[in-house]
């Protein structure tokens, strides 16, 4: 298991042995979030008693590998995405009864952690600076996004393409205005929907340097797939993005976001409901 903390409601990959149902593998991709599993059960008949497992971690993708004898080639058996606040977890053996008043024993042997060395592209050169516009598609998505107000829902309304808000540059849709530095302490709203069932997308508020693809940025609101509140961050310009955390909010992916300015410092914050108190992200 790979683990981000030891709290019960920790964000989690999981590849395991089951008693009678083979091997199988889960994930928790946000604290507090419901586990999800791959739907890719390897079961041998009889069901197998023993098995390898193998889990690589390449960046936010791990994959989960096994094998029935050690000297077989090993097998993928599923790729799942799952973002580790701060890419820092825990590796150990895991082992539970299902049942409360009883006790499992699980046996191993030729536990190994190794450091896996994954090549990744180069950084790609970075546009030319460009002048600031209120609703802005940076990095070039396929399809333009738009921001319009909703008569029905009396609110605004964002729809943007893109690639994503990650790596050492992004690809999306801003709705945005300029200020000075100094001149602002806080924005926030509420997410009323953002149900989008892609993993890395995302939707919410975001402080930004510039409209550069490789900007500097702070962003907090919904992930996609309704894994909830996420917080992310470039800390400069061309520098990979920061995963610092994700905490599930409810079903809906409807929240409250805040980003708050104290100096240099930026802090992130969320709530459920207007009247509740505010948590730090």
């Given at each position: 298991m790979l683990r981000s903390d030891t709290s019960d409601n920790a964000v989690f990959a999981f590849s395991y042995l089951t008693g009678s149902n083979g091997v199988d593998n889960s994930v928790r991709r946000s604290k507090g979030a419901y586990v999800s599993t791959s739907n890719k059960r390897y079961k041998t008949e009889p069901a197998q008693t023993s098995a390898w497992l193998r889990i690589v971690k390449k960046m936010e993708t791990v994959e989960f590998y096994h094998k029935a004898n050690e000297a077989d080639e090993w097998t993928l058996q599923a790729t799942e995405e799952v973002f580790f606040p701060n890419n820092s977890y825990r590796v150990g053996l895991a082992v539970t009864s299902h049942y409360s008043s009883h006790r499992a024993e699980g046996t191993f042997e030729d536990?190994?952690?190794?450091?896996?060395?994954?090549?990744?592209?180069?950084?790609?050169?970075?546009?030319?600076?460009?002048?600031?516009?209120?609703?802005?598609?940076?990095?070039?998505?396929?399809?333009?996004?738009?921001?319009?107000y909703g008569e029905s829902c009396e609110c605004d309304v964002v729809k943007g393409?893109?690639?994503?808000?990650?790596?050492?540059?992004?690809?999306?849709?801003?709705?945005?205005?300029?200020?000075?530095?100094?001149?602002?302490?806080?924005?926030?709203?509420?997410?009323?929907?953002?149900?989008?069932?892609?993993?890395?997308?995302?939707?919410?508020?975001?402080?930004?340097?510039?409209?550069?693809?490789?900007?500097?940025?702070?962003?907090v609101g919904g992930a996609g797939r309704d894994q909830g509140v996420v917080l992310l961050s470039r800390p400069n310009s061309g520098a990979p993005a920061e995963h610092h955390k994700m905490v599930y909010v409810n079903n809906k992916n409807s929240m409250w976001v805040k980003l708050a300015k104290n100096g240099t410092d930026i802090m992130a914050y969320h709530k459920e409901f207007e009247g509740d108190e505010v948590s730090r992200s």
């Open positions: 536990f190994v952690v190794e450091e896996y060395f994954f090549p990744t592209s180069a950084p790609s050169i970075s546009t030319a600076p460009t002048p600031w516009q209120p609703n802005v598609d940076i990095g070039e998505p396929q399809r333009d996004g738009e921001a319009y393409s893109g690639r994503e808000i990650w790596g050492s540059s992004d690809s999306f849709f801003f709705v945005n205005d300029q200020f000075a530095s100094s001149s602002i302490e806080s924005v926030e709203m509420q997410i009323q929907k953002f149900d989008n069932w892609r993993l890395n997308s995302r939707g919410g508020l975001m402080m930004r340097s510039t409209n550069d693809d490789d900007s500097s940025f702070v962003f």
